[in-house]
């Protein structure tokens, strides 16, 4: 049995990170990609070597062929669009944040439940290599009982991270949610729910300080999580190069471990009294969407589950909400 897809939204994250995985992996087929510039949408059909594009999300939706829709739009459409393709009997691969607020996911969820179709969140981190390293180190005990996690996100206005704030729509707040906090802090809280649980309580502050742009650009946060684990973290978007920081820190009773969440290489330290230091590298392949794209497809035939459903991306935005509400 063979997955068809169909693509809504083709921009720079379809382009490299998600389209490549969905019509190279094993079982997987994209029949048609949807953009609403037809030029653009000709475009990257040719070459992708999608066979047919279209401007009418009506049109791709009423395709009986294809079993399965991925939205790779800005959040704020999101909702809408799962909403559609649920009723038209299509199950659901969206990016994430999977909305721009906690409401909208539960609306989303309600959607695919009543249409009995599933839902899929692009978290693909909980099925990268390194990522994965990360989760066994802390089963296995290697630092003990986990007592608290701290996130470090330090940027200058313009980073490798950071796409131009003049005409990136993740600094607008109704298209995306939020800023960049929603964006890219979205990844790392859903790691770690993927390590620790849900978290329960969850509570911050949020504001504009520099003025650049319309959305927040720095949050800070503390947070609980139902196993007992205490967290924190700070994120700020307007520093200087000099204080640039990526670093998630998990300290247990017989070590620690941090690791960068973003770039490659990932690097994970290790510190225990047993062992001393050590340091395990990661090199990401790409297309980086791979490995979920290939547990998303498999479970749609029946064969496997994937790690990232609607119902744990709407956790994290829960936590987001929580977050920045102030």
Known sequence: MKIIWGIIGAGDVCEIKSAPALYSTSFSEVKTVMRRNAEKAADFAQRHKIPNWTTDIAELLSDNEIDAIYIATPPASHAEITIKAAKAGKAVYVEKPMANSYKECLTMIDACQQANVPLFVAYYRRTLEGFVKVKELIESGTIGEVRYVNIEMI?????????????????NPEIAGGGYFHDLASHQLDFLDFLFGPITTAKGISMNQAGVYAADDIVTATFKFESGVLGSGSWCFTSNAISENDSTKIVGSKGELSFNTFGNPMIIHLKTAKYGDEEFSFQHSQPIQKNLIKLIVDELRGINKSPSTGISAARTNKVMDEITKS
């Open 155 to 171: 940027q200058p206005l313009q980073s490798e991270l950071i796409a131009n704030s003049d005409t990136n729509w993740r600094v």
